[in-house]
C-alpha cells in the first residue's frame, strides 16, 4: 500500500524480515529485526517499558506513546514527541508547551474505510477490527507472536510478585537512579 500511495522510504518496508528477536531487560521487552533482501540489516529497537509504553524513534523525532486501559473496551493512547537537541543541551521549555488532540478523523477516508497510508491507522484498524472483547482462548498464535507469549508471561510473573508484597520491575524509587533511561536504536549493515 506505502508504495502504491508513493510515501516516501516505502521500500525501506518491503525488505524481507528473516526473524524477530525478544528478550527481557531491566526495564521490560527488547526486540530486534532481522531484515534479508538487497539490504540485510538488524535493527535494534528500544524496549516496550513495562508495562505500558513505547519509545517510537521517528527520523529525528523521539515519540513515547503511553496506552492507558480506560475499561474494559477502551485503551486511550498518549504521545510526546520532542526533538532531542543535537549537542544534548537543556533548552527552555514553554510553561505551557501546546497539546494536541489527535481525533480519528485521520484514520478513516471519507468512504469509512481505514487510512492505511500511517502506521498509526494501519495499528487502529488491527486493535479495531478484533471487536470490543476477543476471546484469546481461540487465537493461534505463530512464530512472530512470541514477543506477545513473553509480554504476557512477563506481566503474569510481576502482577504474582506485586501479589506477594513485591515491587515490578522498572519501577524507580531512588532520587539518584530518577535520569533519563537511554537506548540505543541501531541499525547495522550485516555483511554477506
Known amino acids: 500500500m506505502m508504495k502504491t500511495q508513493g510515501i516516501e522510504d516505502a521500500d525501506f518496508y518491503y525488505r524481507p524480515i528473516d526473524k524477530y528477536e525478544w528478550g527481557v531487560c531491566e526495564w521490560g521487552v527488547t526486540k530486534a529485526c532481522y531484515y534479508g533482501g538487497d539490504r540485510p540489516e538488524v535493527e535494534v529497537r528500544p524496549p516496550l517499558l513495562f508495562p505500558n509504553m513505547l519509545r517510537i524513534p521517528a527520523g529525528r523525532l523521539e515519540c513515547l506513546h503511553w496506552r492507558v486501559p480506560m475499561d474494559d473496551t477502551h485503551t486511550k493512547t498518549f504521545m510526546i514527541t520532542f526533538l532531542p537537541d543535537p549537542d544534548g543541551r537543556i533548552l527552555p521549555q514553554p510553561e505551557d508547551p501546546p497539546v494536541v488532540n489527535w481525533g480519528p478523523e485521520g484514520d478513516r477516508l471519507p468512504n469509512g ?48 510478585l506485586v501479589e506477594q508484597g513485591g515491587e515490578p520491575m522498572a519501577l524507580v524509587r531512588d532520587p539518584a537512579k530518577n535520569q533519563i533511561i537511554e537506548f540505543e536504536s541501531t541499525a547495522a549493515i550485516l555483511k554477506p
Do not use: C
Open 113 to 160: 474505510e481505514y487510512n492505511l497510508t500511517t502506521f498509526h491507522a494501519q495499528d487502529k484498524m488491527a486493535w479495531e477490527t478484533q471487536g470490543p472483547l476477543f476471546d484469546r482462548s481461540e487465537e493461534h498464535l505463530g512464530a512472530t507472536d512470541r514477543g506477545i507469549v513473553l509480554f504476557r508471561r512477563l506481566l503474569a510473573e510481576q502482577i504474582t
